[in-house]
């Protein structure tokens, strides 16, 4: 069960400030929740460098490109064949949480100089990752 889906947002001013990601991401969760698709196909123009990253960034994976595939103002144009699975949303939603413990309090790379508030923080976290059911790994770093 695979659906395909296109978007265009033909004003310049309203370009490069997050619409089209958030239409993107919107339109994904809802096709994959409440149709059964198992998989969303697009075909960008290969020369759409900016559509292509913003689905990129929504979890979209280049397939292959399809040669002459769209006839635009005269000519066939390139197209990539992209697509979006199922098992993407499940990914996303099930991220898993790695703690990086050592003496000194580092995460991140970045020292945490208040420690109590950097633990109580990270409990909170640790209990809202379980209530969720999201996996929590902890690693122990001696270095």
């Known amino acids: 069960n695979v659906w395909g889906m296109d978007q265009f947002?033909?004003?310049?001013?309203?370009w490069g400030k997050g619409i089209g990601t958030k239409l993107v991401q919107?339109?994904?969760?809802?096709?994959?929740?409440?149709t059964g698709a198992e998989a969303i196909a697009m075909d960008p123009k290969v020369n759409n460098e900016r559509t292509i990253k913003c689905y990129e960034k929504c979890g979209?994976?280049?397939v292959k490109i399809?040669?002459?595939?769209e006839l635009h103002e005269g000519k066939l144009?390139?197209?990539?064949?992209?697509?979006y699975k199922q098992?993407?949303?499940?990914?996303?939603?099930?991220?898993l949480i790695v703690i990086d413990v050592q003496a000194g309090m580092y995460t991140a790379g970045?020292?945490?100089?208040?420690?109590e508030k950097f633990l109580e923080i990270l409990q909170e976290l640790i209990g809202e990752c379980r209530s969720n059911d999201i996996p929590v790994i902890y690693v122990q770093h001696n270095g």
């Open 110 to 115: 970045m020292p945490v100089h208040n420690g």
């Open 9 to 14: 947002i033909g004003e310049p001013t309203y």
């Open 60 to 62: 979209f994976k280049k």
């Open 87 to 95: 098992r993407e949303l499940r990914e996303m939603k099930k991220a």
């Open 66 to 69: 399809l040669k002459e595939h």
């Open 77 to 83: 144009e390139d197209c990539w064949m992209i697509e």
């Open 26 to 34: 919107a339109a994904i969760t809802y096709i994959m929740e409440n």
